[in-house]
């Protein structure tokens, strides 16, 4: 099987044609990307706040006005602009030059004071303050913005909570965890290139490497030695696993020399993860192959799903403020979870994911494939 695999993995390294696609075209895509949009957001992230206040702040509300001067000052994340009224606000909103709005109703200074007097001591309990956040969730920096800012206020409330020792809520919305502060396009394109060259294998070289070798009949000189269909099958994948891992390994050599990325690509959850996406495109790319008869079919198809799964998979740039007419798409193919997935440890993912998202949806699509192919295997290896 290993000599099988050798023969398999030197005929396409020894084909310019493919071993260029694989091996080469990844390092000129990630090169040309990165020169032209490494430096955008390179700088501190500065969103854009807006906000309303109901009534002037005094005594411990006075600790929410030291909190949004901190926020916006000099080193601050927030670039700060105060509003007469909501609607004002709100309009800047849906214009896009805010990213999000905060609104600080009438008695938030004497709810927040009595939250902290009273807390919950019988019929003296106060009504706890309630701050209005309005954000668009189309628009991944609108979302970051108000989760950043939850996070800020989150912090306030449990600093409140050491000191005081009461059950004190001021408002609630939901938390999702930012890291870092700035976004490097640079660190953020490589799990998608990497991807992008895993992807290359599993929707062409296995698709089309199965039906050109049935068409050829080399499969059946194959069958006339010793070889079993599981052999042959796994010595493919096996070579078709070489190319993979030599395209990346080329990849990250590339990275490190020319543009000098993070160490934080060679953790181990982020090389594990990886190979999970390895085996989750191979199994798509398996499931491809069990539907198409003809490398000419196989050709097309590959075309088609390479590149639906490169673009609205948001290999190359984010595609979450797409039009609900293309982002079903982008939430049912697996690279849009695999690419996330890989960037959010490296803190530069912009989707707005669980884990257990980033890592179910791709397992759901690695079983259905894998259901699929093992239902056609003697069809995809010519062995009927």
Do not use: C, H
């Not at 740039?317 to 959010?344: G, M, Q």
């Amino acid at each position: 099987m290993l000599k099988l695999a050798k023969a398999f993995f030197l005929e396409v390294f020894r084909d310019f044609g493919a071993s260029f696609w694989i091996l080469i075209f990844p390092m000129i895509l990630y090169l040309i990307l990165s020169t032209i949009f490494g430096n955008a957001g390179s700088e501190d992230i500065e969103l854009k706040l807006g906000v309303v206040m109901d009534e002037e702040l005094t005594g411990m509300g006075k600790i929410i006005e030291k909190v949004l001067n901190d926020v916006s000052g000099e080193n601050g994340i927030f670039k700060l602009e105060k509003f007469q009224t909501v609607d004002e606000a709100l309009k800047r909103l849906e214009d896009g030059e805010l990213d999000v709005v905060l609104r600080i109703p009438k008695k938030t200074s004497e709810k927040l004071s009595g939250g902290i007097i009273f807390g919950r001591i019988g019929f003296l309990k106060s009504e706890p303050a309630s701050l209005q956040v309005y954000y668009v969730e189309e628009r991944a920096e609108s979302r970051v913005a108000v989760d950043v800012l939850s996070q800020i206020f989150e912090k306030v409330n449990l600093e409140i909570v050491k000191r005081s020792k009461k059950d004190y809520i001021d408002f609630e919305t939901k938390m999702v965890e930012v890291k870092g502060g700035k976004f490097n396009y640079n660190l953020y394109l490589f799990p998608g290139v990497i991807i992008m060259a895993v992807l290359s294998i599993s929707v062409f070289s296995l698709p089309i490497g199965f039906t050109e070798m049935r068409e050829k009949k080399v499969v059946k000189k194959i069958y006339s030695t010793p070889v079993k269909p599981l052999e042959y099958f796994f010595a493919y994948i096996l070579a078709m696993l070489w190319m993979a891992l030599m395209s990346t390994g080329m990849m990250y050599a590339f990275a490190m020399i020319f543009r000098k990325l993070d160490p934080s690509i060679f953790k181990p959850t982020f090389l594990i993860l990886f190979l999970y996406s390895i085996l989750v495109l191979f199994s798509f790319g398996l499931m491809l192959s069990s539907f198409v008869r003809r490398s000419t079919t196989a050709i097309a198809v590959g075309n088609v799903m390479n590149y639906v799964m490169m673009f609205m998979g948001g290999l190359f740039f984010p595609v979450f403020n797409f039009p609900w007419s293309l982002r079903w798409l982008v939430y049912i193919i697996p690279t849009t979870y695999l690419a996330e997935a890989l960037r959010k440890i490296l803190g530069q993912n912009l989707g707005n994911f669980s884990w257990t998202t980033m890592i179910g949806i791709p397992a759901l699509w690695f079983v259905l494939s894998l259901i699929l192919f093992i239902l056609n295997f003697k069809k995809v290896m010519g062995y009927e």
